[in-house]
Structure formats: C-alpha cells, structure tokens
C-alpha cells in the first residue's frame, strides 16, 4: 500500500473544515506542540530552483527548457511515479525577469507527443504566444525571444497542444514565471526567494493504487473536468514550509487541471492580497478566504512576526489541507510593514472602445461551446485590430435555452461568489475565461463593480453560472491567439475559440 490512509478521509476532513469555518475566530486553539511531532510523515516543499541565464552580461535572459519524461517520487523512495516536467521530472524551473529585459528561450520537445509553450499572461505575439497554432514535433526545439514589458507579476508557462493540453499539464509540465519592475523592487516586500517569497503550485491529483497518476477515467472528469482526490504543492504531497518570525509573501499559482479552490487559514487568520494575475493591486486587500480558479495567480503576504516558536498556519481549502506553515525561529521578530500604497492602476475609461462583443459559455462534458461552437484550429473566429480597445462579454448560460431553474442556479453562483464556500453545484458549473496576448480589467459582474480583489489586472475570470462579466481589454499585440476555458478538459474538449489582432 503506497497510499497513505488520510487520502480516504478527505470528506470526513472536509466537514470538519466546515466546523471550522463556522465557528467564531479562535475557537480552535493552537496547541503547543513539539515541532518534530507536528512535521512527522510531512514532506519540506519544495521551492522550485530559478534558471541561470545562460548567457550573462547582455539584456537577454537566455534559458533552454526541456519538456521530458520522469519519475518522481511523492510518496517517499519506495515508488516513483510516471510524470512530465521542464528541465526535471515534475512541474518546471522559475523563470525570473525583470521589465525591459529580452526572454530567449529554447524549448526542446523530448517528450514522444506534440506539445506547445505558452506564456500565460505574457503580452507577446501570437506566434510568440505558444499557443494551439504552434505545436512542435517531438525532437524539435522551438525557440522564441521578446522584450518583456508588462508590470511585475506572477505568470506561468504551460504546454497548450490542442487536445492534449489537460493530459500534458496534469502529469506535470508547468512552471512559474515572475517578473520584476522599478516598482516590484522599490516596495518594502518581501523578495527572498525561497525564504520569505515562496512560490506555491497548487495541484490536485488522483493516484492508482500502485501509485501512478490517473486521468480521465470517469464520466465526471470528462463533464467537469479533471479534478483529484489528493492536493500537491510544487509538486510535494503533504507539504510543511518553516517560516521565520516575519512577513511572508506567497505566490499562488492554480496550476490544477479544473478545480477552483477557496483558501483560507485555520484559525481565522487574515491576510493581504497584493497581486492579481496581471501585477500589484493599487493597495493590499485584507481578507480570510481567497478564491483562485484554474489558471489564476495570486500574490498574499502572511504576518508571522508576532508568532512564537512553534506556532503553526495551516492553508486550506474546504477540501484539503494545502500547506503547513511552521515558525521555526526563537529569535526577534523582524519588522514587518505593510504598503499602504503598492502601485498606480489606471481608472477604467471605456471612452476608447471600438467595439462590443459577447461569448456565451455553454454546454457540459463534450458538448461545451462558445457561441455555439466549438474549436477549430483552421477557423478565425474573430477578427481585432491593432491597439482597439473593446468589451468583451463573456456569458455564463449552461443550457441555451434549457428547461433548468436558471434563476435557481444564477442565485446559486451568487451566493457561492459571496461566501467563498464552495456551493458544489454552482462551482461545478463556473467556467474560467482566459484571453491570450493580454491583461484585461473586470469592469462589471452581473450588473455591479467587481470585488475590490479583481480590479487590478487579469488574464483570466470565473464566470459563474448565469453570470455575465464584462472585460475591457486592449490588443496590444499581432497574432493569431486564442480565448478559452481555463479548465482544461473544457479547453481541451474545444471551448475554445481564435482571435486574429491585425
Ligand atoms: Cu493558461 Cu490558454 O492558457
Ligand atoms: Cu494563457
Ligand atoms: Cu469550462
């Protein structure tokens, strides 16, 4: 048995989380107890290692990626499992570049299927974009450079071969991609990478039970998507991080293949968003739950410096315990400020757009579509020019026309958006919407403002069922690109259409 026995208490875990949620700060007590006993069968996260650039001293970031087969350990030395990876056998390498900089990187295709390199949330040409249009064969390299030039965030890469996206991602191939600017290094956060700026992949995976990955072998990871019964982090099952007495900055990355997770500390414990996909809010937002849909990136900081020795924080979701934080130094604790002020986000000005137009998410398993269609790789659907700002509409309408209680379900994706608990039938429902080549801002949700958390810039939005969401977004770049479903069996299924920027 590979398998530890906790993997089948995940239901039982997760009403007792509701227990938690619903009873008043506090009231579950940190226990003092000994560290070691605490980290027991725990496994130390592992930090994805930064690239080296390969060719220092000029503008260019030189890097070389190697999409490969491995085996990767999750449960300890008795097994490895069969996986994918960047440059390793699971998840990928850290890309750091700052603003300004030239990315050149070559990508080798080792793997014994097409695969692609997308830049997720990149703004860069279409050909430059990775996406379904650009395959390559196994064997070949594809290398690609641009400037970097877009604000300080977390972006991530990942293959996007139309068809095989939600397979390529799942065995592993993804990695994180972090850009700095002028402002990123002036603000008084936290930027050790490794130490007090952690990067977290948060994953969902189903093992066999001689412990190698399983995809797609039931109808409902085909109607919505494929999730899992077992959470990783960087590619570590059952993680601990020892943090010192100071303030945290976490890079959250929802690398998983369809689950939307809301997290949140035990105990209560509030935190700061700073980042959305795109970059820096215009000022921290304090909250205690965190919703993150596939595709989604997030930047919080966590305030340990008032902790003692020993102190945990758990990071959860209603289902699963994510990460376990331990505070492992006796020492001072370091100052720890908070911005008031992180970065100047423009107003929104429609007073530029050029043109309107409306997607209408529907359908399940197979038959998922947009506008009624599905993906075609020879099909432009449409048609944009260079430097346009427009709306884009994006609606949520599950059956077109269909006899289900509409107002039911709408009432449901609200409540669901509003308590951040997860109504298990609307969630199933939500779609991600992600463009390509761009970073947009939500400009409404069902008629009103968007939370303050999704006022900055993003790349992709979960719309939830009978929801419309309304993004304003400039093209900036040329090329064929594409708009999609962010979970990956919907994306991979064809919900899915081309946009040319000319
Ligand atoms: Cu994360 Cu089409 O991509
Ligand atoms: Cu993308
Ligand atoms: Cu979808």
Same mark, same amino acid.
């Not at 979701?317 to 376990?324: T, V």
């Not at 709306?391 to 009432?411: C, D, S, V, Y």
């Given at each position: 048995?590979?398998?530890?026995?906790?993997?089948?208490?995940?239901?039982?875990?997760?009403?007792?989380?509701?227990?938690?949620? $619903?009873?008043?700060?506090?009231?579950?007590?940190?226990?003092?107890?000994?560290?070691?006993?605490?980290?027991?069968?725990?496994?130390?996260?592992?930090?994805?290692?930064?690239?080296?650039?390969e060719?220092? @001293?000029?503008?260019?970031?030189?890097?070389?990626?190697?999409a490969?087969?491995?085996?990767?350990s999750? !449960?300890?030395?008795?097994?490895?499992?069969?996986?994918?990876?960047?440059?390793?056998?699971?998840? @990928?390498?850290?890309?750091?570049?700052?603003?300004?900089?030239?990315?050149?990187?070559?990508?080798?295709?080792?793997?014994?299927?097409?695969?692609?390199?997308?830049?997720?949330?990149?703004?860069?040409?279409?050909?430059?974009? @990775?996406?379904?249009? &650009?395959?390559?064969? +196994?064997?070949?390299?594809?290398?690609?450079? #641009?400037?970097?030039? /877009?604000?300080?965030?977390?972006?991530?890469?990942?293959?996007?071969?139309?068809?095989?996206?939600?397979?390529?991602?799942?065995?592993?191939?993804?990695?994180?991609?972090?850009?700095?600017?002028?402002?990123?290094?002036?603000?008084?956060?936290?930027?050790?990478?490794?130490?007090?700026?952690?990067?977290?992949?948060?994953?969902?995976?189903?093992f066999s039970?001689?412990?190698?990955?399983?995809?797609?072998?039931?109808?409902?990871?085909?109607?919505?998507?494929?999730?899992?019964?077992?959470?990783?982090?960087?590619?570590?099952?059952?993680? &601990?991080? %020892?943090?010192?007495?100071?303030?945290?900055? !976490?890079?959250?990355?929802?690398?998983?293949?369809?689950?939307?997770?809301?997290?949140? !500390?035990?105990?209560?414990?509030? *935190?700061?968003?700073?980042?959305?996909?795109?970059?820096?809010?215009?000022?921290?937002?304090?909250?205690?739950?965190?919703?993150? $849909?596939?595709? =989604?990136?997030?930047?919080?900081?966590v305030? *340990?410096?008032?902790?003692?020795y020993?102190?945990?924080?758990?990071?959860?979701?209603? %289902?699963? =315990?994510?990460?376990?934080?331990?505070?492992?130094?006796?020492?001072?604790?370091? /100052?720890?400020?908070?911005?008031?002020?992180?970065?100047?986000?423009?107003?929104?000005?429609?007073? %530029?757009?050029?043109?309107?137009?409306? !997607?209408?998410?529907?359908?399940?398993?197979?038959?998922?579509s947009?506008?009624?269609? /599905?993906?075609?790789?020879?099909?432009?659907? =449409?048609?944009?020019?260079?430097?346009?700002?427009?709306?884009?509409?994006?609606?949520? %309408?599950?059956?077109?026309?269909?006899?289900?209680?509409?107002?039911?379900?709408?009432?449901?994706?609200?409540?669901?958006?509003?308590?951040?608990?997860?109504? +298990?039938?609307?969630?199933?429902?939500?779609?991600?919407f992600?463009?390509?080549?761009? /970073?947009?801002?939500?400009?409404e949700?069902?008629?009103?403002?968007? +939370?303050?958390?999704?006022?900055?810039?993003k790349?992709?939005?979960?719309?939830?069922?009978?929801?419309?969401?309304?993004?304003?977004?400039? #093209?900036?770049?040329?090329?064929t690109?594409? &708009?999609?479903?962010?979970?990956?069996?919907?994306?991979?299924?064809?919900?899915?259409?081309?946009?040319?920027?000319?």
């Open positions: 048995m590979i398998l530890p026995k906790r993997l089948f208490v995940v239901s039982l875990t997760a009403i007792m989380t509701w227990l938690v949620l $619903a009873s008043p700060p506090g009231a579950i007590a940190a226990l003092a107890q000994d560290a070691s006993s605490f980290i027991g069968e725990k496994n130390a996260l592992k930090i994805p290692p930064l690239m080296k650039d060719n220092p @001293g000029t503008n260019a970031m030189d890097i070389t990626l190697r490969m087969q491995g085996r990767t999750f !449960f300890g030395t008795e097994h490895y499992t069969k996986t994918l990876g960047y440059n390793g056998s699971y998840l @990928g390498p850290a890309i750091k570049v700052e603003r300004g900089q030239i990315l050149h990187a070559r990508v080798i295709n080792e793997l014994d299927d097409d695969t692609t390199l997308h830049w997720h949330g990149m703004k860069v040409e279409g050909q430059k974009d @990775g996406g379904p249009h &650009y395959p390559f064969a +196994p064997g070949e390299t594809w290398e690609v450079s #641009f400037l970097v030039d /877009q604000p300080a965030a977390i972006l991530w890469f990942h293959p996007h071969p139309h068809g095989r996206t939600g397979r390529q991602v799942y065995m592993g191939l993804a990695g994180i991609l972090i850009v700095e600017d002028d402002i990123s290094r002036n603000l008084d956060l936290p930027g050790n990478y490794g130490k007090n700026d952690i990067p977290l992949v948060i994953q969902d995976k189903r039970r001689n412990g190698e990955l399983v995809y797609l072998t039931h109808m409902m990871d085909t109607m919505h998507g494929m999730m899992g019964d077992v959470p990783v982090v960087n590619g570590t099952y059952n993680p &601990y991080l %020892e943090v010192e007495r100071e303030m945290i900055r !976490f890079r959250l990355v929802n690398g998983s293949n369809a689950r939307v997770f809301d997290l949140f !500390f035990e105990n209560n414990r509030t *935190f700061w968003q700073i980042a959305s996909d795109g970059g820096f809010l215009s000022s921290p937002v304090q909250t205690r739950v965190l919703t993150l $849909a596939p595709g =989604e990136r997030a930047e919080i900081l305030d *340990f410096s008032s902790s003692q020993g102190d945990r924080a758990i990071l959860r979701s209603p %289902e699963f =315990e994510i990460l376990a934080c331990l505070v492992n130094n006796n020492e001072g604790a370091k /100052q720890s400020s908070l911005p008031r002020d992180l970065t100047q986000i423009e107003p929104v000005d429609t007073s %530029e757009v050029v043109r309107n137009r409306t !997607f209408v998410l529907s359908g399940m398993g197979p038959m998922v947009i506008n009624g269609r /599905q993906f075609d790789l020879d099909r432009i659907d =449409e048609v944009v020019q260079l430097n346009d700002t427009e709306i884009w509409e994006i609606r949520n %309408e599950m059956f077109q026309g269909g006899p289900m209680g509409g107002n039911m379900m709408r009432g449901m994706g609200r409540m669901d958006r509003m308590g951040g608990r997860g109504m +298990p039938m609307a969630r199933a429902m939500a779609h991600p992600h463009i390509h080549g761009v /970073q947009f801002r939500v400009i949700r069902d008629g009103s403002a968007p +939370p303050i958390n999704e006022r900055g810039w790349d992709t939005v979960l719309v939830y069922p009978y929801e419309t969401v309304r993004v304003l977004v400039q #093209f900036q770049k040329k090329g690109f594409v &708009y999609h479903c962010h979970i990956l069996e919907h994306d991979d299924m064809g919900m899915m259409g081309s946009f040319v920027v000319e």
